[in-house]
């Protein structure tokens, strides 16, 4: 609360504070840590977003040929074989 008794000083983690600056709303559940309705600052611990993007985080299972001990909140750090990495993201080789 501030001084004046009127409005949210600081919002939790997991809140933003609103257009008005009087009270704070829950953050989308893709995020740990937000700054409004629509933009993650951080995102949740099952949930991944590109280092280069701003919006809502996506779940983990859209990370597809990923290899699952190479998931992380920056998106895809390995792929399973016949795949490579670009942009954070698992893409099918040519059959050559």
Known sequence: MMSSNK???KCQDGYYKTSSG????????????????NECIDC???YWRKPETS????????????????????GCKECE???????????GCNEN
């Open 55 to 74: 919006g809502l985080c996506q779940p983990f299972e859209t990370l597809t040929n990923c290899k699952e001990e190479n998931i992380t909140k920056q």
């Open 81 to 91: 074989d016949g795949y490579y990495l670009f942009d954070h993201e698992c893409h």
């Open 7 to 9: 409005g949210c000083f």
């Open 44 to 46: 949740n611990e099952t």
């Open 22 to 37: 009087l009270e704070c709303d829950e953050c989308d559940e893709s995020c740990e840590t937000c700054l409004n309705a």
